[in-house]
């Protein structure tokens, strides 16, 4: 379903959606609806949705609408709501683009707001940063699927999706130094650990730092069986 905050038959609306069509969800668009998402009308709305258990499907980010305000779909709005209605389920579509980083934050900031892929093939480069940037800052599990029908099709997104790789491969974006195993090290002996991403195969690896390496330890093989080492819960030390 779809209301605006500021429709007077809001009342009838609402309930005729959640108990005659059984309706499961809702998508706002503050800059198409043309109403501020913190507005005295749009929290009563959530508030309403947050008790019955209603989540949100917000439209984020661009859109080529000359009238519809750009302020009223940033990412940075829904770090307010997500606060005052911590159990108000969010998704942020097309993750915010190009305002990803901010709608990576508010990702990670709030166990209840999410974001969808939905329209981000179009724009390859734009599509692989966001997804570098949500899987850096580990929440890459909390980004739905989404077409962007009827714009486009499920299909199509899914094509899109797994030609991520070879645009990356086309454009030289990925690591151009191949990665190798330099040490296998215990947890107790790890300083610092961070998370990075390698998009050409599409897999978490971490990057541990460890005081006092020697330049002249002997490279092991290439980076073969990753994941057999970190089901031993085994740390890896590699080199770029």
């Not at 503050?30 to 019955?52: C, G, T, V, W």
């Given at each position: 379903?779809?209301?605006?905050?500021?429709?007077?038959?809001?009342?009838?609306?609402?309930?005729?959606?959640?108990?005659?069509?059984?309706?499961?969800?809702?998508?706002?668009?503050p800059?198409?609806?043309?109403?501020?998402?913190?507005?005295?009308?749009?929290?009563?709305?959530?508030?309403?949705?947050?008790?019955d258990?209603?989540?949100?499907l917000?439209h984020?980010?661009?859109?080529?609408v000359?009238?519809?305000?750009?302020?009223?779909?940033?990412?940075?709005?829904?770090?307010?709501?997500?606060?005052?209605?911590?159990?108000?389920?969010?998704i942020?579509?097309?993750?915010?683009?190009p305002?990803?980083?901010?709608?990576?934050?508010?990702?990670?900031?709030?166990?209840?707001?999410?974001?969808?892929?939905?329209?981000?093939?179009?724009?390859?480069?734009?599509?692989?940063?966001?997804?570098?940037?949500?899987?850096?800052?580990?929440?890459?599990d909390?980004?739905?699927?989404?077409?962007?029908?009827?714009?486009?099709?499920?299909?199509?997104?899914?094509?899109?999706?797994?030609?991520?790789?070879?645009?990356?491969?086309?454009?030289?974006?990925?690591?151009?130094?191949?990665?190798?195993?330099?040490?296998?090290?215990?947890?107790?002996?790890?300083?610092h650990?961070?998370k990075?991403?390698?998009?050409?195969?599409?897999?978490?690896?971490?990057?541990?730092?460890?005081?006092?390496?020697?330049?002249?330890?002997?490279?092991?093989?290439?980076?073969?069986?990753?994941?057999?080492?970190?089901?031993?819960?085994?740390?890896?030390?590699?080199?770029?």
């Amino acid at each position: 379903m779809s209301l605006h905050p500021m429709d007077k038959d809001l009342d009838y609306e609402y309930q005729r959606c959640l108990n005659d069509l059984d309706i499961k969800g809702i998508k706002l668009g503050p800059n198409y609806q043309d109403f501020h998402p913190h507005s005295i009308e749009a929290m009563k709305l959530y508030s309403r949705l947050e008790n019955d258990n209603i989540p949100i499907l917000f439209h984020q980010g661009t859109s080529p609408v000359t009238n519809a305000p750009l302020e009223y779909s940033h990412p940075r709005y829904i770090d307010k709501i997500a606060t005052v209605f911590p159990n108000l389920k969010m998704i942020l579509a097309h993750l915010g683009h190009p305002w990803q980083e901010y709608c990576m934050s508010v990702v990670r900031k709030h166990k209840n707001v999410y974001a969808d892929l939905s329209a981000q093939f179009y724009r390859p480069w734009s599509f692989w940063q966001g997804m570098n940037l949500f899987s850096e800052w580990g929440v890459l599990d909390k980004v739905f699927f989404g077409s962007d029908w009827p714009v486009t099709t499920p299909e199509q997104t899914e094509e899109g999706i797994n030609n991520l790789n070879v645009y990356a491969k086309q454009k030289h974006v990925s690591n151009a130094q191949p990665i190798h195993i330099v040490k296998v090290v215990p947890i107790q002996h790890v300083h610092h650990v961070q998370k990075i991403y390698q998009p050409q195969i599409l897999k978490q690896v971490l990057l541990v730092i460890v005081e006092g390496l020697q330049e002249e330890e002997k490279e092991a093989d290439k980076l073969l069986l990753l994941d057999q080492l970190l089901n031993k819960q085994e740390l890896i030390l590699i080199k770029l």
